[in-house]
């Protein structure tokens, strides 16, 4: 059990959370957080034919992770996954089904880019909360500020996932208490907390796999918009015979509207985004890292590849110069041209993905 007396309740007068569910902009699921050094994850080289069987289960991996969640009343294994949860076996195994379904993705997405895999030696490890105060304490435990991960949590420490049901969150119940008074006010938010609770759960599912599959430095060293995008991607309806780029994340790309849609110059300066760490500035920054990963990947996935493979304590430390030639080297150098064609090509989108947002029903089977 964690220490609960390091518990907190938020107290915010309009939340990120609460803004995205009455305003519809919504933060970034988890800001970076520390630079601790990764655990020894047990992987061996993947081929093409292993890399989508299930994942076996470790020893003694299931009592350890119910230690993990003090009031775990379900484990569902599911065929890459292990979640403990304090909810039903059926919102568990829901759970489970939705981070399958994230794991295959990133193995066609990897394919695409021509990446090769590690193959995890056992399954991943994930906690379903469904009461916020365990969530928080297991932030709290994890030394992880509670308004840096809204409902959700990858830490690299524990290898272990941690989700929160919307439906237990202060902010969730605070929108529907002020929307009690306008139906159509009310069914706008539980839509769209429909949508958040989906992507919140594909974020962090994508984090954890692209960590576990060797898509990301386990040291923490591949840059933050480039692993935050590749993340992101996975923010829409996933498809088996769909890449997770051929979707649209329409909530990140009405964000990017709103945040940049006055024209190119609205955008912050993209060289130092791709080679300065201290250039990424949180909630928005995340359609941007979003809008760019998609764009790079769209046009150039070999060069993606190699950027990540490049990804590494070295390349952390080279001068900015060093780091803007070698993304040119794959894409060009972000100059204004260079911005405003990613500016044109994004608002595009955005123009599609504001009527889908629109008149798009909640995503079905929401647990």
């Not at 775990?72 to 568990?92: C, H, K, N, Q």
């Not at 009461?131 to 500020?145: E, H, M, Q, S, W």
């Not at 690299?156 to 009690?180: N, R």
């Not at 796999?209 to 933050?224: E, I, K, N, R, Y």
Request: proline residues 8%; hydrophobic residues 40%.
């Amino acid at each position: 059990m964690w220490p609960r007396g390091r518990t907190r309740r938020l107290v915010r007068p309009l939340s990120f959370l609460l803004a995205t569910l009455l305003l519809t902009v919504s933060p970034g699921w988890a800001q970076p957080t520390t630079s601790r050094p990764a655990p020894s994850v047990p992987t061996s080289r993947s081929t093409a034919s292993d890399d989508a069987e299930p994942l076996p289960i470790g020893p003694s991996e299931q009592p350890d992770l119910l230690d993990v969640l003090p009031r775990a009343t379900a484990i569902d294994v599911s065929d890459y996954f292990l979640i403990a949860g304090d909810d039903s076996s059926r919102e568990v195994a829901h759970i489970g089904r939705q981070l399958d379904t994230v794991y295959r993705a990133n193995l066609r997405l990897a394919k695409h880019l021509g990446i090769t895999l590690r193959r995890p030696q056992r399954k991943l490890r994930v906690v379903w909360c469904t009461k916020y105060a365990d969530f928080i304490g297991f932030l709290n435990y994890c030394r992880v500020d509670p308004d840096s991960a809204i409902l959700g949590h990858f830490d690299t420490d524990l290898d272990v996932t941690v989700l929160c049901a919307l439906q237990s969150h202060p902010d969730w119940k605070q929108a529907l208490s002020q929307a009690s008074a306008d139906e159509q006010l009310r069914r706008r938010i539980e839509k769209r907390g429909a949508l958040i609770a989906r992507n919140l759960v594909q974020h962090e599912a994508a984090h954890h796999t692209q960590h576990a599959l060797g898509m990301v430095s386990a040291d923490g060293s591949t840059p933050t918009w480039l692993k935050e995008g590749l993340a992101l991607l996975f923010e829409v309806p996933l498809k088996d015979d769909r890449l997770p780029q051929e979707q649209l994340s329409n909530m990140r790309l009405h964000e990017f509207e709103l945040l940049y849609g006055a024209g190119p110059t609205s955008l912050p300066d993209l060289t130092r985004l791709v080679t300065d760490e201290s250039a990424w500035c949180g909630s928005a920054c995340y359609p941007l890292a979003y809008a760019l990963t998609k764009y790079l990947v769209e046009r150039n996935p070999a060069g993606v590849a190699a950027l990540l493979h490049d990804s590494g304590p070295a390349a952390a430390s080279q001068p900015t110069s060093e780091k803007l030639q070698r993304f040119a080297r794959f894409f060009g150098t972000p100059d204004e041209q260079w911005s405003t064609h990613f500016w044109q090509v994004t608002m595009k989108l955005a123009e599609r993905a504001r009527a889908k947002l629109a008149d798009s029903p909640a995503p079905a089977n929401q647990p």
